[in-house]
């Protein structure tokens, strides 16, 4: 178990449908890796297992040496493993800043102590411009969230999850519903971040996919059917048949 993060023959079922097909997937410590495939091939249910949101119904998970299978979502953001969801999750009532300071407070601890000591709030405070200037979302800090632009928005949940402190960080579909433009930026800040940490990236946008990736795994019905480099997994068969149907 060399791997950074790795699954080790991963399933989930939900009745009859295997939504994860037995998946060993490796990750590594830095570096962009998509998942990609067709609606219902099991790219978020992985996603879910992962970090702790529904449990595998068989498999394992390591990382960095230790098992981790089934683990709650609190212990694993604690060890580095964090995530964004499909559908946008954001207080729309505070402020661009509360948002990623409430984060970053509950990820440090310091949110059930009634008399934080004036230096933890400082820093916490401090940790908060950091990610906001990181994502380029600086300038917005005041701005109540439902104020802001759908893409922005999107932005403003990598920061909250950024909060946490990850090494691995999953995104399910950042991109959805938004402009070629905002996905141009938020796909820049999401390449940028991994030279930093490792990132697994779900998405429909292939051109963004085929772009920014070091290493594509596709999903189809559950199962892997191709793993590699942008350039081989355009030309692989088995995936355009997956995507376009068996006359392509
Ligand atoms: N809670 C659930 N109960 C029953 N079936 C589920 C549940 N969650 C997912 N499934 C089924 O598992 C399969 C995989 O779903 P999943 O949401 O993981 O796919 P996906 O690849 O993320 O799709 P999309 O691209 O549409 O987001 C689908 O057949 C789906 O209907
Ligand atoms: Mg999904």
């Known amino acids: 178990m060399n791997a950074f993060l790795c699954t080790d023959n991963l399933c989930r079922h939900f009745g009859g449908v295997m939504a994860t097909?037995?998946?060993c997937i490796e990750f590594e410590k830095t570096g962009l890796r998509s998942i990609i495939g067709p609606n219902g091939a099991g790219k978020t249910t992985f996603i879910n297992i992962i970090t702790g949101r529904i449990p595998a119904?068989?498999?394992?998970?390591?990382?960095?040496?230790?098992e981790i299978t089934n683990?709650?979502?609190h212990e694993l953001?604690?060890?580095?493993?964090?995530?964004?969801?499909?559908?946008?999750?954001i207080f729309n009532n505070l402020t661009v800043f509360e948002n990623v300071r409430i984060a970053k407070q509950a990820n440090s601890g310091g949110s059930l102590r009634i008399f934080s000591t004036k230096k933890s709030l400082k820093k916490v405070a401090c940790d908060t411009w950091v990610i906001l200037e990181r994502l380029g979302l600086k300038d917005l800090a005041g701005l109540?969230?439902?104020?802001?632009?759908y893409g922005d928005q999107r932005i403003l949940e990598v920061a909250i999850?950024?909060?946490?402190?990850?090494?691995?960080?999953?995104?399910?579909?950042?991109?959805?519903?938004?402009?070629?433009?905002?996905?141009?930026?938020?796909?820049?800040?999401?390449k940028g971040l991994s030279?930093?940490?490792?990132?697994?990236l779900v998405e429909h946008d292939m051109d963004m996919v085929m772009r920014i990736s070091d290493k594509i795994t596709v999903l189809h019905y559950g199962s892997i059917?191709?793993?590699?480099?942008?350039?081989?997994?355009?030309?692989?068969?088995?995936?355009?048949?997956?995507?376009?149907?068996k006359d392509t």
Request: aromatic letters at 4%; glycine letters at 8%; one cysteine or more.
């Open 21 to 23: 097909n037995r998946l």
């Open 57 to 66: 119904s068989s498999g394992k998970v390591h990382f960095q040496g230790a």
């Open 71 to 73: 683990k709650p979502t």
């Open 77 to 89: 953001v604690k060890l580095g493993i964090c995530r964004t969801f499909q559908i946008t999750s």
């Open 144 to 149: 109540p969230a439902k104020n802001m632009s």
């Open 161 to 190: 999850a950024l909060a946490g402190d990850p090494e691995i960080l999953f995104l399910d579909e950042p991109t959805a519903g938004m402009s070629p433009a905002e996905t141009k930026h938020i796909s820049d800040l999401i």
């Open 195 to 200: 030279k930093e940490i490792s990132i697994v």
């Open 225 to 245: 059917i191709a793993e590699g480099a942008p350039e081989e997994i355009r030309t692989n068969q088995l995936v355009r048949e997956a995507y376009l149907g």
